[in-house]
């Protein structure tokens, strides 16, 4: 009898939690009244499902992703921590199924836009999603000259001041706080997650950095000058139509090395290139490299150094398997991204690239945001010690961010966190994967979920089933293994199928 009555009040314990979690929201449109920190809402709108189109999409194909959005409410925000703010936030609160969490997503780039896709697939999973343009409109450094204060913005005001309004919102929202918080991004979205971590240890409770690109006006000038080196002579230079030809050579040399040739290196930290072997023999020719192109694939894969000191100017490198992508650091100019920062943050908008000089622009850059772009303090001691969770994520054929600086960062974290770190951080390394996505490598993974799991339950993952997709279509399923270990054919069955690989 006693055991029936407690099974009873544990079942209206359990329905009364779960009526709690999904308590009636009050209506949309009246969050355009409320007041919140540090700014104002210019708006709050009830979106119908599939009615939600992004502003100033540029075709339909931008829009089609959006048409399986369910029905939400969307509230527009401006906010002013500084005299000199105008950070734009969108908070998305699903009309039902809210899961009681909010996920928070950042930017790519040099920010200036909110990342509606991101905020569109949290909505499905049941969060309530939050995104900012970062404090400024567009893709490029223009709001630099002149304007410290949206310099801090973009740097990591804007993602904070976004989630303590996303949360105020929410509560007004379903009259009850989100009961986790989550931050998930890649490349500068990985360096704003890292310093939400470093700065604003209480903002989440679990965070997702992918391809972090802290020390970000290091790698600028790093990238811009090794863009120099191997565009040095017409002769050096090599050109795309050979990364095919380099990318098959590095395969018949390590693709097999994990037992498995499938077009993917496990562990290109197994993998010896001599790209001396690819010298034509004779005239230049497709198949073949130049005395002085083979010295240009030895710069693209080794640590970026002055090439007078040999000091390092950059520790990270692009490692076996990149090759297809090297023309976003060694095409015939500089990354976008990279002159961009260093025209207008570092110089000035007219700045001949060509003109930088090694090691003393690189360091004038480093000092040039006054440390706002660095995000490299490993000192994560109050994050981990409120119950923060930290996963990260590489691919190991990034050609744009080279997979050292998560290498890095992982273990300059746990040596400074110390043995409290086992279950606080975790890194994964992703075969054949390019930044942030892409590339033969099984790059769709569910992030989110992982964390959300080891939030809840406290049990570190070990490995992330991932896959590969052709057409929309799943053609490959691996497990992505917690570093330092990686996925082991288990000798049988299809090499396609997670199941018959092991983590060790």
Known sequence: MRITILIALLGAATLDASTAATPAPIACESLAQMTVRNGQVLSAASVQAGAFAPPNAANATA????????????????????????????????????????????????GGAIPYPAMAASV????????????HVGGNADFVAGHHEKLVDFAHRAIHEMTVTAKAVVSAHYDAPPVRSYFYSCSTGGRQALIEAQRYPDDFDGIVAGDPSWDQMRLYAARVWLNTYVN?????????????????????????????????????????????????????????????QVETANAMTRPIRDPKSGAVLHPGRYYPGSELGWGGVAGPSPSGESHEGMRKIVFTPDWDYHAIKVPDDVERAVKADQGLLYGGDPDLSRFVKR?????????????????????????????????????????????????????????????????????????????IEAAHMTAGVVDRTRPLCAYPATAHYNGSGSTDDAKNFRCQ
């Not at 527009?76 to 809210?98: C, F, M, N, Y």
């Not at 499905?124 to 404090?135: N, S, V």
């Not at 930290?269 to 790209?275: G, H, M, N, P």
């Open 387 to 463: 119950g923060g969770k930290l996963l990260m994520y590489h691919g190991w054929a990034d050609p744009l961010v080279s997979p050292d600086t998560s290498l890095i960062m992982y273990k300059r974290i746990s040596d400074a966190v110390g043995s409290s770190s086992s279950n606080a951080i975790a890194l994964f390394m992703v075969p054949g994967m390019g930044h942030c996505q892409g590339g033969p490598g099984t790059d769709v993974f569910d992030k989110v979920s992982a964390l959300d799991r080891w939030v809840e339950t406290g049990q570190k993952p070990q490995s």
């Open 63 to 110: 829009t089609e992703a959006f048409k399986t959005l369910p029905a939400f409410c969307r509230v527009s925000l401006k906010l002013t921590p500084s005299a000199d703010s105008d950070i734009r936030v969108e908070v998305w609160l699903p009309q039902s199924g809210w899961n009681r969490k909010l996920q928070a997503s950042g930017n790519g780039g040099l």
């Open 124 to 135: 499905k999973a049941g969060y309530a999603a939050a995104g900012t343009d970062t404090g």
């Open 232 to 292: 040095r002579t017409p002769a050096a230079v090599i050109p795309a139509s050979k990364y095919p030809m380099i990318h098959t050579a590095v395969l018949d040399r390590c693709d097999a090395l994990d037992g498995v040739k499938d077009g993917v290196i496990e562990d290109p930290t197994k993998c010896s290139v001599e790209f001396a072997t690819l010298t034509c023999d004779g005239e230049d020719r497709a198949d073949c490299l130049t005395k002085d």
